[in-house]
């Protein structure tokens, strides 16, 4: 597989969006919230160059496309993430492909009513954006290709590949 951002790259990023986030919040405490199950690498490497008091909390996305649902409706596990009312909080999430999930997520976090909410993706793919939503911190642009690695998989395989390398011949999932 060709690899598309090496391990160091990424290393090398992830100190630079750590140091962003550390003057952003100027040491005030931070609630994490990580999307299952992509981006569990991503957090842990980042969440170890922050410099805050931060609570981790987590939740699943899964969008059904299937016929007995509306294409792209976003079915949320939120079992998992702590009360956010008055709380500063920062989504993590592996890729930002055509944004509906992170758009939806940020909606429906919303009204819990933190006290801020800001999103950062590892990767955001051009050219693929369907919703006006930016997310605040990015890693890296890549182009419109299906990537693993890094926690992001192809049917639950290459999650613990330590780079970003593009799947050549993946079938449009
Ligand atoms: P969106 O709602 O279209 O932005 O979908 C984002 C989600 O789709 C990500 O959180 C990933 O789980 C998945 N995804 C999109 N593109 C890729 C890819 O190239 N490789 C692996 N997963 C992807
Ligand atoms: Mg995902």
């Known amino acids: 597989m060709?690899?598309?951002i090496s391990a160091e790259q990424i290393q090398k990023r992830i100190a630079e969006l750590a140091h962003?986030?550390?003057?952003?919040?100027?040491?005030?405490?931070?609630?994490i919230?990580?999307?299952?199950?992509?981006?569990?690498?991503?957090?842990?490497?980042?969440?170890?160059?922050l410099e805050l008091p931060i609570q981790i909390g987590l939740l699943q996305a899964s969008s059904y496309r299937?016929?007995?649902t509306t294409p792209g409706e976003l079915q949320l596990s939120t079992a998992m993430v702590p009360p956010l009312k008055g709380r500063h909080v920062l989504i993590l999430d592996d890729?930002?492909?055509?944004?509906?999930?992170?758009?939806?997520l940020t909606e429906h976090l919303r009204e819990k009513e933190p006290l801020s909410l800001r999103v950062a993706v590892l990767l955001r793919k051009i050219g693929r954006q369907r919703i006006a939503f930016t997310p605040d911190y990015i890693g890296f642009d890549?182009?419109?290709?299906?990537?693993?690695?890094?926690?992001?998989?192809?049917?639950?395989e290459y999650r613990n590949l330590p780079h970003v390398a593009i799947l050549?011949?993946?079938?449009?999932p």
């Not at 550390?22 to 405490?29: S, V």
């Open 2 to 4: 060709e690899i598309l």
């Open 20 to 31: 962003e986030i550390n003057a952003a919040y100027a040491r005030h405490p931070i609630t």
């Open 33 to 49: 919230i990580g999307v299952l199950t992509g981006s569990l690498i991503f957090l842990a490497d980042l969440v170890r160059q």
């Open 66 to 68: 299937g016929a007995a």
């Open 95 to 104: 890729i930002f492909d055509t944004g509906q999930t992170l758009a939806s």
């Open 142 to 156: 890549i182009p419109d290709v299906f990537v693993v690695g890094y926690g992001m998989d192809f049917n639950d």
């Open 168 to 172: 050549a011949d993946a079938t449009a």
